[in-house]
Structures are given as C-alpha cells and as structure tokens.
C-alpha cells in the first residue's frame, strides 16, 4: 500500500525558532519521488523540493532543509529561524511512475 | 505563478447533475493530472493524462472522467453529482518520469459546491 502520513496536524511556534515537519511514507517501489508542497491562504500549492529514491543526500535551500532517510521511510523538512511568511499548510508528497499519494498535511502558525 | 490556469474559478451545481472543469497546463507540460481536495485535507489524485491518454487513477469512480486535447489542456467530468463531490479540484502540470521526474505545477483550482 501507498501511504504518506503527516502526523502533526497543527504547529504553532514563535517567530526565529526553529521548527520540523514530520512525514512518513509507506511503498513497496523502488523508484519513487518524494514532495514537499505549501499551500498559504491564497489556496495554490506552490512546489518546494523533489526527491528520487536514489538520492539521500540532503539538501538545503536557504532557511528550509530536508532530511531523506529510506531506513525509517521518512521526508522531514526543517525551516530555520522560520518568519510569519512561512504561515501556511504544508503538504509531503509520494509519487511513482503515474500516481501520487499527499498527506493530509500540517498546519504551520508563525506568530510574530 | 505556475502558469497553469483553471475555469471556472468557482462553481455551484445542483446533486444529480454534470459539471466540466477546465485547465490549461504549463507551456511544454504534456503530462496533467486532477486531484480532489476536501477541506482540511490533502489533495487526493484522481488521474492523470500523458499525450491525451490516461496513465494513471486514483480510487475514483468511473463517474468521474477526463480528456486531454493536442496541446495538452485538460478537461475534468463529473456525471450524477454528490453532495460529497464538494471540493477544491486541482489541476497540475509536469514533464513525464525521466524529465526532472514529476515536479508538479498546481493551478490555483476550481471550487466545486453541490447542494
């Protein structure tokens, strides 16, 4: 079975402290792609990062980070000194060839 | 912006009966796919197109189908509405596997209500 699980529905911290989203996927494919998405207020899913199965090389992008570990089929992503801007759902992804599964996502409230 | 466009942005519609959503895909996307998103969820896949042919469903029943044209803008269906069917529908764009593997561009949605 495919599965994302995002456990934590809603996370609010204070702004500059660091906060992690947590995801865990399940799938019997080797060749897979694993997502992280944003979806602010407005409503529009806005892509942040894309994984292939190969490669567990983390990877930093400014203040967001993620954390690939196929030994506990985990996809955690990590904004540092995080801003209200980062206010938003964020949503993991798994997708194999022609179909893709979202976890019911994370609530992330930054407050000033 | 992603470049990937939806009509209408909002639609009300009566149980029982047919709606047609629309979605044009991001300039040199041949690949698109539907999902559903219920409020306070994840979007859910519903198919997805690759040269104007599906390749992929989610668990969805065969009320709700899908086309795409030549130049790879895409059309949702939903016959014999349901009350349940109220939702975001969300349409994405991509490149197909081996081309930067399946980065997905999402329109900013249609939302559906039916009463």
């Known amino acids: 079975a495919q599965k994302v699980t995002q456990a934590q529905t809603e996370i609010s911290v204070v702004e500059k402290e660091d906060v992690t989203l947590d995801c865990v996927y399940e799938t019997r494919d080797t060749t897979y792609y694993l997502f992280w998405y944003k979806q602010p207020p407005s409503g529009e899913l806005v892509f942040l990062i894309r994984?292939?199965?190969?490669?567990?090389q983390n990877e930093i992008s400014g203040r967001y980070s993620w954390n690939f570990q196929k030994s506990t089929s985990s996809f955690n992503f990590t904004i540092t000194a995080s801003q209200v801007v980062d206010s938003a759902v964020y949503f993991c992804a798994l997708g194999n060839f022609n179909k893709f599964y979202f976890g019911s996502g994370t609530k992330l409230n930054v407050k000033p | 912006e992603t470049g990937v466009t939806q009509s209408p942005t909002h639609l009300i519609k009566t149980r029982g009966q047919q709606v047609t959503l629309r979605c044009s895909s991001q300039?040199?996307?041949?690949?698109v796919s539907w999902y559903q998103q219920a409020l306070g969820q994840g979007p859910q896949f519903i198919f997805q197109y690759y040269r104007e042919e599906e390749n992929g469903r989610g668990n969805f029943p065969p009320r709700f189908s899908g086309l795409q044209f030549p130049n790879y803008s895409s059309e949702l269906n939903v016959n014999a509405l349901e009350l349940d069917d109220s939702a975001l529908y969300l349409c994405?764009?991509?490149?197909?596997?081996?081309?930067?593997?399946?980065?997905?561009?999402f329109g900013p949605g249609t939302r559906l209500t039916v009463t």
């Open positions: 300039s040199g996307h041949n690949t």
């Open positions: 994405a764009s991509s490149l197909p596997l081996g081309q930067r593997g399946y980065e997905q561009y």
């Open positions: 994984r292939n199965s190969f490669d567990e």
